[in-house]
């Protein structure tokens, strides 16, 4: 049967503060973001932390770091507050505790006294004789004496939700019609025998409690919609919630070799793009792409415009494939799109930490602006600058031995006496008189300006690849210039 919530649109993203976020978890935050601001709806953040052991406020302040990095912003949750606060999962266990208490009352739900020796053997036996190996109802319908014997030897109890004995069919907005067997769904655990409540639960309960009218979410969990669909049922019954919401299951993100882009994989961590000088703007952009498309002829598009296009509706189910170099590539773009201020401020950073090439008071912000729209069509993510214009900034051009040796062949030594000689003569406020000035020391040698300048070029940037070489000597200067040319003719002289 198809769901259609009746209120507007209220989306959430609740991931676990447990390591690195990476750009699966990513992706899912974007599709909600992105589907709320579609439809002007809401977007509600919750932190899933009932997982003491796995949870940890670092990596919480690094979701809430990450989020705000991103741009994706939220309407209610952390640091902003809502009508259904707390929006952490840790502060909210009275509510869970009063919802199972009630589930219970109802005959939803019903303590289960079994122990794991006695699931396993059980399972094991069902698999053996071809059957499906969930759980088989055993404290399902015991009488009070059962209960009361059970108790007195002891023995701990989970709470389990009683599953109807019918099919579930529900549309998922990305797969269509599913519909779930009895027998493939059985009851499940919602609280742990010491009182503590399960995912199973609390999920739901609070998607119910906050009103959710979508639940956008990645495939692997799938599975447990029928589980909640169900749950939702008895809710619904209750009172606790008004109706059932629409599921639309996110296809995976898949890795090297076919598999799933798992936490541990190197390119799944968003640190690493941050770190790496990916614009915010680039990989949502990409990531977007990921089991969606903007249009069959653009791949490169603004936050606006994918606010304006994105609906759930054209999600594809099939799973998508991380490709980092289309990611730098769509990067590149977006690096081009930037204003040339905007660019010169995004790469700052780079140039004013400590850096292994130049100290922070060595950076020349007039220099930088000055060469940065050059920079700026040849950087896939921002920490590429560094290489680009360290030597602007240092004593002495960092060498590269193999752009040394490719560039001084032949006579440099008498190529660069002759291009000194054009250069000091030259007008320095005009590239192209230093252009002309190169190209007259090389037509001295029989050279064309390729090969004239590849030693020029090595003896100033210290490699043989690099930007525009005469808007690059123009900014570093006339005497820095001569005097890294006659330390490259020292060195060719010793």
Request: aromatic share 8%.
């Amino acid at each position: 049967m198809a769901n259609t919530p009746s209120s507007p649109v209220r989306v959430r993203f609740c991931p676990s503060p447990t390591g690195n976020p990476h750009v699966g978890l990513v992706r899912t935050a974007l599709f909600n973001w992105a589907y709320a601001r579609h439809t002007g709806g809401t977007m509600v953040f919750r932190i899933e932390d009932t997982d003491a052991a796995r949870d940890s406020e670092e990596s919480y302040q690094q979701l809430l770091d990450s989020m705000r990095w991103l741009g994706l912003d939220w309407d209610e949750g952390p640091e902003v507050g809502g009508p259904h606060a707390p929006y952490r999962q840790s502060e909210r266990m009275d509510l869970y505790k009063d919802v199972a208490e009630k589930l219970l009352a109802a005959g939803h739900a019903y303590h289960c006294y079994c122990s794991t020796e006695e699931l396993d053997a059980r399972r094991d036996a069902a698999r053996a004789a071809g059957k499906p190996s969930g759980y088989d109802g055993h404290c399902r319908d015991l009488t009070g004496e059962q209960k009361e014997a059970y108790e007195a030897e002891g023995r701990p109890a989970i709470v389990r939700f009683r599953m109807p004995d019918e099919a579930i069919t529900f549309t998922d907005l990305v797969r269509g019609e599913i519909t779930v067997q009895p027998e493939n769904v059985p009851d499940y655990g919602i609280v742990r025998a010491n009182g503590a409540p399960l995912y199973t639960l609390v999920n739901p309960v609070d998607d119910a409690l906050m009103a959710i009218t979508h639940v956008l979410r990645g495939e692997d969990l799938l599975s447990s919609t029928p589980r909640q669909i169900a749950l939702y049922r008895a809710l619904i019954s209750l009172g606790i919630a008004k109706e059932i919401p629409a599921f639309g299951h996110l296809p995976y993100v898949m890795g090297e070799g076919n598999k799933k882009l798992s936490k541990r994989d190197p390119q799944a961590s968003l640190n690493v793009y941050r770190e790496r000088g990916f614009l915010p703007e680039g990989l949502l952009n990409y990531l977007s792409l990921l089991g969606w498309s903007f249009s069959a002829d653009q791949d490169i598009f603004t936050v606006p415009e994918l606010i304006e296009k994105f609906d759930v509706a054209d999600v594809n189910a099939n799973p998508a494939r991380f490709d980092l170099k289309k990611a730098e590539s769509i990067n590149a773009d977006h690096i081009r799109l930037l204003d040339p201020k905007a660019f010169a401020d995004a790469c700052e950073p780079w140039l004013t930490a400590p850096h292994a090439n130049w100290a922070p008071e060595d950076f020349d912000r007039a220099a930088w602006e000055a060469i940065a729209p050059h920079a700026q069509t040849r950087v896939t993510v921002l920490s590429d600058i560094t290489a680009n214009v360290d030597f602007l900034f240092r004593a002495e051009p960092v060498e590269d031995e193999a752009s040394w040796a490719k560039a001084m062949k032949g006579d440099p030594a008498a190529l660069l006496t002759s291009a000194r000689a054009t250069l000091e003569a030259a007008d320095w406020s005009d590239p192209e008189s230093l252009k002309n000035a190169v190209l007259a020391a090389g037509e001295e040698h029989g050279l064309k300006l390729g090969k004239a300048q590849a030693p020029v070029r090595v003896a100033v940037t210290g490699r043989t690849v690099g930007l525009p070489l005469f808007e690059s000597l123009e900014i570093l200067g006339k005497d820095k210039t001569l005097t890294r040319i006659d330390a490259a003719l020292a060195k060719l002289a010793g």
